[in-house]
């Protein structure tokens, strides 16, 4: 279940572009692998303490886990799409040594949990949105760009059980979109042995106008300009779907996990001719990725 | 050309004032040990133990705790502690309310403990005796997550983790060192005690191993447990030495 920093660096240019992004990072776990073949999460390197001090806060002394990795993610091109492809995305996580990693799903934003009770947890959530280049697909011609958006806004945890997760989000967007986007989602997570974990569970998604209409609202130019009939988004139920993901701990350094997410659009989403006449509302992203630890000790 | 010229110096300027105050705060630490010659040690890490089951749980799976202080695990701490610091230290015999120190825990927002800062440093100040030595060692329990779910493992403790297919057990002593100057009570150095160079797949930020079922406290008085005792004064033993070393505090291993 590691997706701890998924930046997601998608070209949708050329395949080179990746090719030439993914070798690198493939290079380096090869070579951290290859300094590090021990088969436990011993000490791989030991550095020297930081030249300075935080005033505050814990000292940096002691052993941390670095986390490394690649994966690829096979999603719509954008939302509503009927075709898909392939994106790297690559994982990385610096963490206190032995810190256990909290349960995290594909859908959720990067979170600070402020309030962290065990069973409940809440903070601030952010999310990135690539923006939607009307050149970088045909079904887009003459529906101009949408501007990448940043969400932000908080989230809420719920455990009721330690193998059942509850979790809402609600953002605020600024830049591509100025609307209110709320993500819920139920996790059923099951260890089935120590080192292999299954989760599955719904999702619903609720946006309001401001955030649906950039994305499926044409006025009357985009009409012209695209061939389609005009056409009002209004906000409301966005989408409801469903995932599951598995993770598999090969030793104490290697995991590898996968996940499929299902989402059906709904309401004016699902609505919009872009979708109903050149898309499809069911929506699957498909990801796969393989991270390697390996602990450094700081002096 | 002027107004780049103009531009270097400012970013000079800066470049020079945080190498500076680097190399302030680099000091800071490093310096207040420097001038510590007469310690005393305080331990409030084993008058309890929990005993949790996480993972794939039945509905009920509240963890219990036992007393153990028959075991007197925060006397070893001391005396092991005393040991490992006196090439470098004097170690000073103090006296303190050890159940004032274990009732102290953390507020679940985080900024509340930004705000209200270290509690611990009050409570050397006013709950220790003799007062004035350099500084003042505090050992006390650290909370941590186990598993990917939502559950907290705090100081000594048993957990059963529950699989589909199997089942395991662990046992952990997961405690904190501060280091709180003896005259202005701030904290100069803090660590979490870390884990030892074990492998299992289920592993904890701090001294923890697997044990067998012949450890768990629901076969009788967890106080009575030898196995028990025994492998959490080990626990203890090893990583104690080690939480010192890291911490520029003890030359041992």
């Not at chain 1, 970088?136 to 932000?152: F, K």
């Not at chain 1, 300009?225 to 209004?234: D, I, Q, R, T």
């Not at chain 2, 705790?65 to 000073?92: E, M």
């Not at chain 2, 997550?145 to 057990?169: D, P, Q, W």
Request: charged share 20%.
């Amino acid at each position: 279940m590691n997706h701890p920093v998924q930046a997601c660096f998608r070209s949708s240019r050329t395949v080179v572009a990746r090719q030439t992004f993914l070798a690198p990072l493939l290079t380096a776990l090869a070579a951290i692998s290859a300094v590090s073949d021990s088969a436990s999460a011993q000490t791989a390197f030991t550095l020297p303490a930081p030249p300075f001090e935080l005033p505050i806060g814990p000292s940096l002394s002691g052993n941390w886990t670095v986390m490394v990795g690649v994966g690829g993610e096979y999603k719509p091109d954008f939302v509503g799409a009927n075709r898909s492809m392939l994106s790297p995305v690559p994982i990385f996580s610096i963490r206190r040594a032995g810190s256990a990693e909290q349960f995290r799903g594909p859908r959720d934003g990067a979170s600070i949990a402020l309030i962290d009770c065990g069973d409940f947890r809440a903070g601030p959530v952010g999310k990135f949105v690539a923006s939607r280049k009307a050149n970088s697909y045909s079904e887009l011609n003459g529906l101009g760009d949408v501007g990448a958006a940043v969400e932000l806004g908080g989230f809420v945890e719920y455990y009721p059980v330690d193998w059942f997760r509850t979790r809402g989000e609600l953002r605020q967007g600024i830049g591509g979109h100025h609307g209110v986007v709320a993500d819920f989602s139920a996790d059923v997570i099951i260890p089935v042995i120590q080192r292999f974990t299954v989760s599955a569970g719904p999702r619903f998604t609720w946006e309001s106008t401001k955030a649906t209409s950039p994305y499926f609202g044409i006025d009357a130019v985009q009409a012209a300009a695209a061939g389609l009939p005009v056409f009002n988004a209004k906000g409301g139920a966005h989408s409801v779907g469903a995932g599951v993901q598995v993770s598999y701990r090969v030793n104490p350094q290697w995991e590898v996990h996968s996940y499929v997410e299902y989402e059906r659009l709904l309401g004016d989403a699902a609505a919009s001719p872009l979708v109903a006449l050149r898309g499809s509302a069911n929506q699957t992203t498909v990801g796969i990725g393989a991270s390697y630890s390996f602990d450094v000790k700081i002096r | 050309m002027r107004r780049s010229s103009r531009c270097v110096s400012f970013a000079t300027v800066v470049v020079l004032a945080v190498s500076v105050s680097a190399c302030a705060m680099l000091e800071t630490r490093e310096a207040k040990l420097q001038a510590v010659k007469t310690v005393g040690i305080i331990s409030a890490v084993g008058d309890e133990m929990s005993f949790a089951r996480t993972g794939l749980t039945g509905l009920n799976n509240r963890s219990q705790s036992f007393p153990i202080g028959s075991w007197g695990l925060d006397d070893l701490i001391v005396q092991q502690a005393t040991t490992a610091l006196n090439g470098r230290f004097q170690v000073r015999p103090v006296s303190y309310q050890r159940a004032v120190f274990t009732a102290i825990k953390d507020s679940p927002v985080a900024p509340v403990n930004l705000i209200r800062g270290d509690p611990f440093k009050k409570l050397v100040q006013t709950e220790v005796s003799p007062q004035g030595l350099d500084a003042y060692i505090v050992i006390t329990k650290a909370k941590a997550n186990f598993g990917g779910g939502g559950r907290k493992v705090e100081g000594v403790g048993f957990i059963t983790y529950g699989t589909l297919l199997a089942s395991s057990n662990h046992i952990h002593a997961l405690y904190e060192i501060r280091v709180i100057d003896g005259k202005t009570f701030d904290v100069i150095e803090k660590m979490t005690a870390q884990p030892l160079d074990n492998t299992e797949a289920v592993r904890l930020p701090g001294p923890s191993r697997l044990v067998d079922e012949s450890f768990s406290p629901s076969t009788g008085d967890p106080a009575r447990n030898e196995n028990l005792h025994g492998a959490i004064t080990d626990l203890i033993a090893r990583s104690l030495s080690s939480t010192l070393s890291d911490m520029h505090l003890a030359d041992v291993r």
